[in-house]
């Protein structure tokens, strides 16, 4: 009796929402279902774009999932998880980002019925992550190395991932002619790992067939000063000089304060400031540079002088040009004109000003280290430069991957389903609960192939039905078969070119993976919106007070 009457402990502040049990999860488990719906049709060759626009009015058309996924304003906590992994999967392997999303919702939603029946979440996720561990290795098994090829070989190699890659995207009519530019512009630069040494410089107007790659450097025209027609806009072999120094006639900036006893003194102080600036020019047309660059302004004195002495002179240059200019020409950047010398000086092969488009460009191209590369794109509207802009990223992403781990496996949903066919011949083996939940990981698996076929208007269920049984040949001769998007049915991805690094599908099980089991460890939600509010009542009260403030100081301080 004495128990019955403890009163009850109240441990959370009032008006704090806790969910928890089987209702939370699976609630958890709806919601990441619905954020794997909206990315759900963009996946493969004929996927759809998505057209999104936001609250500052620009509008973004994008098939990409990452990007949709950063676009969306998504509030809820779990579902959040799925944007971070498909970001994560966009900054480590750059393409795959919309099948991570997929295989982590579909790995959820295969485990629903287990937790509406009253499967404890720790079981599916020692399930989940034991299978997840053999598919990884059964894709080690089944990858092809391109190592060990000649350089055309590999070339042509690295151009059908990136085509693999590109074929979804909306520059997917002229996948070969960008495949080839991304797979140069990738060698062009190494194993050198900084990405920002691939510019991609954007030129509306004209077709995608007039984009073009500069094996070195190409930036916009900056702004220039009076006497800048008359400079030379070709150069062959010049010596190029990079500062970062404004070369412009100006009075000292310290607001310096000079006393003058008498008048005639003031010439000399003008003739100082005319001779410093002289002194400096001097200096760099000794140097015997043909070309000036600067990350900071240069004058219409120094403009016309250069101009004078036939060099060619560019200021307020963009800070990543420039230091991209300086590892293609081996240059150094200098802050001081003092003690120029030819190691501290950068070359190529031909210099020129191009016009592209409405912009004229200025081009540094057959660059000795050769380590950075651009590609200039055209196209009709901004969004659609943007999107293929987007595209190119993820290939050159792809491409630098397969460089680096030189392995690939079959794309068009036969790795995903020779993974399933496999994990289902281990569940076999397996004795107790264990073997569902791993035969519904594998179910899971197939959602890739699915999808491609639901997305190209294709009947899914008699597609899939023979890759199963192409796949379920026991000589194995079927693994490589995938959905074939030109005609409905299935074909041999692997001997049809359809490559993807096995890299890609790799981070995808395993992020995916990862993201299911997170959200099924979760038991309980704690949301406590009157402290939020609370928080955000102080802030504007305190903007309020700070802002109302200000105004009063101002007023006081006007004139009357």
């Given at each position: 009796m004495?128990?019955?009457?403890?009163?009850?402990?109240?441990?959370?502040?009032?008006?704090?929402?806790?969910?928890?049990?089987?209702?939370?999860l699976v609630s958890n488990i709806n919601a990441c279902t619905a954020v794997a719906d909206v990315v759900r049709t963009t996946l493969g060759p004929r996927g759809m774009d998505k057209?999104?626009?936001?609250?500052?009015?620009?509008?973004?058309?994008?098939?990409?999932g990452a990007t949709i996924m950063k676009l969306l304003d998504i509030v809820h906590p779990a579902a959040k998880i799925l944007v971070d992994i498909a970001k994560s999967q966009d900054s480590e392997v750059g393409d795959g980002t919309t099948t991570v999303v997929l295989l982590a919702a579909e790995f959820l939603k295969e485990a629903k019925p287990f937790i509406e029946d009253g499967v404890h979440s720790q079981n599916l996720i020692k399930s989940y992550r034991a299978a997840s561990t053999l598919a990884i290795g059964k894709i080690k098994e089944l990858a092809t190395s391109i190592e060990g090829k000649s350089l055309d070989e590999k070339k042509s190699l690295l151009a059908k991932c990136a085509a693999t890659t590109l074929s979804s995207k909306l520059i997917g009519g002229e996948k070969e002619f960008f495949a080839s530019m991304v797979v140069d512009a990738v060698i062009a630069i190494g194993y050198d790992d900084r990405l920002n040494m691939i510019g991609i410089k954007k030129v509306p107007g004209g077709t995608m067939r007039d984009s073009f790659?500069?094996?070195?450097?190409?930036?916009?025209?900056?702004?220039?000063?009076?006497?800048?027609?008359q400079q030379p806009k070709k150069f062959l072999n010049p010596k190029i000089l990079l500062l970062n120094i404004e070369l412009e006639l100006k009075s000292e900036k310290e607001n310096a304060e000079i006393r003058l006893s008498d008048p005639s003194q003031y010439q000399s102080i003008v003739d100082a400031e005319w001779n410093i600036i002289y002194d400096k020019l001097d200096k760099c047309v000794n140097s015997g540079a043909k070309v000036v660059l600067s990350r900071l302004a240069i004058g219409d004195l120094a403009t016309q002088y250069f101009a004078d002495r036939d060099i060619f002179c560019a200021g307020r240059v963009a800070e990543e040009d420039l230091k991209r200019v300086?590892?293609?020409t081996g240059g150094t950047v200098q802050t001081s004109v003092n003690n120029v010398i030819d190691e501290v000086l950068g070359t190529c092969e031909v210099f020129e000003e191009k016009q592209v488009g409405n912009e004229?460009?200025?081009?540094?191209?057959?660059?000795?280290?050769?380590?950075?590369?651009?590609?200039?794109?055209r196209g009709g509207a901004d969004q659609f430069i943007e999107e293929a802009e987007r595209s190119l990223h993820d290939a050159i992403m792809i491409v630098r991957r397969a460089l680096k781990n030189s392995t690939v496996v079959a794309g068009g949903g036969a790795i995903d389903m020779e993974i399933s066919r496999y994990l289902r011949q281990h569940a076999r083996t397996i004795a107790g609960k264990s073997q569902l939940f791993i035969n519904s990981y594998a179910k899971a698996l197939e959602v890739i192939p699915r999808q491609l076929c639901d997305n190209a208007g294709f009947d899914a269920t008699d597609v899939l039905n023979k890759l199963r049984q192409k796949h379920a040949l026991p000589s194995g001769e079927g693994a490589p078969y995938g959905v074939d998007i030109a005609t409905g049915g299935i074909a041999d991805s692997f001997a049809n070119f359809v490559w993807e690094p096995a890299v890609v599908k790799i981070n995808a099980i395993n992020a995916a993976t990862e993201a299911a089991c997170l959200i099924l460890s979760v038991d309980e939600t704690v949301?406590?919106?009157?402290?939020?509010?609370?928080?955000?009542?102080?802030?504007?009260?305190?903007?309020?007070?700070?802002?109302?403030?200000?105004?009063?100081?101002?007023?006081?301080?006007m004139r009357r």
């Amino acid at each position: 009796m004495a128990s019955m009457m403890q009163p009850q402990i109240i441990l959370l502040k009032e008006g704090t929402d806790t969910s928890q049990g089987k209702a939370q999860l699976v609630s958890n488990i709806n919601a990441c279902t619905a954020v794997a719906d909206v990315v759900r049709t963009t996946l493969g060759p004929r996927g759809m774009d998505k057209l999104i626009h936001d609250d500052k009015g620009s509008v973004t058309i994008s098939n990409d999932g990452a990007t949709i996924m950063k676009l969306l304003d998504i509030v809820h906590p779990a579902a959040k998880i799925l944007v971070d992994i498909a970001k994560s999967q966009d900054s480590e392997v750059g393409d795959g980002t919309t099948t991570v999303v997929l295989l982590a919702a579909e790995f959820l939603k295969e485990a629903k019925p287990f937790i509406e029946d009253g499967v404890h979440s720790q079981n599916l996720i020692k399930s989940y992550r034991a299978a997840s561990t053999l598919a990884i290795g059964k894709i080690k098994e089944l990858a092809t190395s391109i190592e060990g090829k000649s350089l055309d070989e590999k070339k042509s190699l690295l151009a059908k991932c990136a085509a693999t890659t590109l074929s979804s995207k909306l520059i997917g009519g002229e996948k070969e002619f960008f495949a080839s530019m991304v797979v140069d512009a990738v060698i062009a630069i190494g194993y050198d790992d900084r990405l920002n040494m691939i510019g991609i410089k954007k030129v509306p107007g004209g077709t995608m067939r007039d984009s073009f790659l500069v094996n070195g450097v190409a930036f916009k025209k900056t702004f220039s000063y009076a006497g800048f027609e008359q400079q030379p806009k070709k150069f062959l072999n010049p010596k190029i000089l990079l500062l970062n120094i404004e070369l412009e006639l100006k009075s000292e900036k310290e607001n310096a304060e000079i006393r003058l006893s008498d008048p005639s003194q003031y010439q000399s102080i003008v003739d100082a400031e005319w001779n410093i600036i002289y002194d400096k020019l001097d200096k760099c047309v000794n140097s015997g540079a043909k070309v000036v660059l600067s990350r900071l302004a240069i004058g219409d004195l120094a403009t016309q002088y250069f101009a004078d002495r036939d060099i060619f002179c560019a200021g307020r240059v963009a800070e990543e040009d420039l230091k991209r200019v300086a590892a293609a020409t081996g240059g150094t950047v200098q802050t001081s004109v003092n003690n120029v010398i030819d190691e501290v000086l950068g070359t190529c092969e031909v210099f020129e000003e191009k016009q592209v488009g409405n912009e004229r460009f200025n081009l540094f191209s057959g660059c000795p280290s050769g380590q950075t590369a651009t590609i200039v794109l055209r196209g009709g509207a901004d969004q659609f430069i943007e999107e293929a802009e987007r595209s190119l990223h993820d290939a050159i992403m792809i491409v630098r991957r397969a460089l680096k781990n030189s392995t690939v496996v079959a794309g068009g949903g036969a790795i995903d389903m020779e993974i399933s066919r496999y994990l289902r011949q281990h569940a076999r083996t397996i004795a107790g609960k264990s073997q569902l939940f791993i035969n519904s990981y594998a179910k899971a698996l197939e959602v890739i192939p699915r999808q491609l076929c639901d997305n190209a208007g294709f009947d899914a269920t008699d597609v899939l039905n023979k890759l199963r049984q192409k796949h379920a040949l026991p000589s194995g001769e079927g693994a490589p078969y995938g959905v074939d998007i030109a005609t409905g049915g299935i074909a041999d991805s692997f001997a049809n070119f359809v490559w993807e690094p096995a890299v890609v599908k790799i981070n995808a099980i395993n992020a995916a993976t990862e993201a299911a089991c997170l959200i099924l460890s979760v038991d309980e939600t704690v949301k406590n919106p009157k402290s939020e509010s609370a928080q955000g009542d102080a802030a504007a009260s305190a903007m309020g007070g700070r802002g109302r403030g200000g105004f009063r100081g101002r007023g006081r301080g006007m004139r009357r």
